[in-house]
Structure formats: C-alpha cells, structure tokens
C-alpha cells in the first residue's frame, strides 16, 4: 500500500526546478489510501505562456490490489490572489497515475485534455516522468 513515509518533496529527474510536493495518507489497515499534492512546473515551451510557472493540483487514491499505485485527477487553478477570497476557478485539467517503485523513486504518468479551457498550456500534454525523492528515505 501507500506509505506515509513517501510525504515530502519530489524533484523531476532531467527538470531540478520542477517537482511535486505529496502529502500522502496511507489509510486505515486493507485500506488504499490516498494522496494530495502540487506540482510545480512551467509552461510548455510551444505555448505563448512558455517559462511562466504553473501550479496543477492533483489528488488521489490508491488502488486495491496494486500496491504504490495511485489513480489521479489534476486540477488548475488560476486568477487566485493572496490574502483575498478564494477563488472559484478551479477545472480538472486531467488525469495521471503514480506509481511508487522505490522509497525514493516514482513513475508519474499525466494526459492533460483541458475540458473548457481550449487555450490552456497544457491542453494535449501527455507522457510520464520519473520522480527522486529530495530528501533521503526515513
């Protein structure tokens, strides 16, 4: 299953200044569990946005029977402001798996198909990158 261990920083292995922060939750004994996390990246380069930052939200649960594997959903958020309301703009942008293969190694697969956001940078996306945890295994 999913171990509360895996919590912490990520780093994208070939992108050090892309990552994912997970906070990952591994449920009750013969539970899945679940994970919330961010992923911080930039804009794909072909988009007129292209270097600005992104953050996409993702969250899931694991899957029964395939343990270290998680099902996703992204979401983006945008026009939000500190330290004011939050916002309401927040569209599932996609869906993903993560898959745990090492206390300090993932596999994260994304497609990106941006219902109602035809512009979006990350519209069509799709691929896996593999994932090194920043800090050591506890």
Known sequence: GLQAASTGS????GRPSQGVLMQVD???????????????????VQHEGAGH?????????????QPGVVELEWTRTTAGLLDSLPTTNSHVVGNGRLRFTACDRAVLEYSFHAPGLALDA???QQGQVNLRRFEPCR
Not at 53 to 65: F, K
Request: hydrophobic share 45%; aromatic share 18%.
């Open 10 to 13: 990520w780093v994208l292995e």
């Open 26 to 44: 591994p449920g009750a004994p013969g539970q899945p569990g679940a994970l919330w996390g961010a992923w911080f990246g930039f804009a794909p």
């Open 122 to 124: 990350f519209s069509g």
């Open 53 to 65: 930052p992104h953050w996409l939200t993702l969250a899931g649960r694991g899957l029964p029977g």
